[in-house]
């Protein structure tokens, strides 16, 4: 099955991790920052074996604004903060069928 991810926002850092009980696998890890365009994409299925997975969503501030726009398949996942503290700012666990 074709999971697509496509990412259009990242201020400061991303990383989003695939994983199951025997392991985990990196999906992306992208720095961005000033609210610069991104735009990332990529289909589960080309990257994972089939199967059942978790998807983490990982955002990092480095200081100031903080946003992330992710779209998982079908759904939007985002977070937006003009006033976010450094470190991790937002987590995001899904569920995926590849």
Excluded: R
């Excluded at 695939?18 to 890890?29: D, L, M, R, V, Y």
């Excluded at 059942?52 to 992330?68: H, M, R």
Aim: hydrophobic share 40%; with cysteine; net charge negative.
């Amino acid at each position: 099955m074709a999971t697509p991810i496509k990412v259009t926002a990242c201020d400061n850092e991303l990383i989003i991790i695939a994983s199951t009980p025997a392991g985990s696998s990196e999906i992306c890890h992208i720095s961005s920052g000033n609210n610069d365009p991104v735009s990332y994409a990529v289909n589960l299925g080309s990257v994972l074996p089939p199967g059942k997975y978790s998807l983490t969503l990982v955002g990092i501030n480095w200081g100031g604004p903080s946003a992330f726009n992710v779209t998982v398949g079908s759904t939007p996942l985002t977070f937006s903060n003009p006033n976010a503290p450094v470190g991790v700012v937002w987590t995001q666990t899904v569920a995926v069928t590849v």
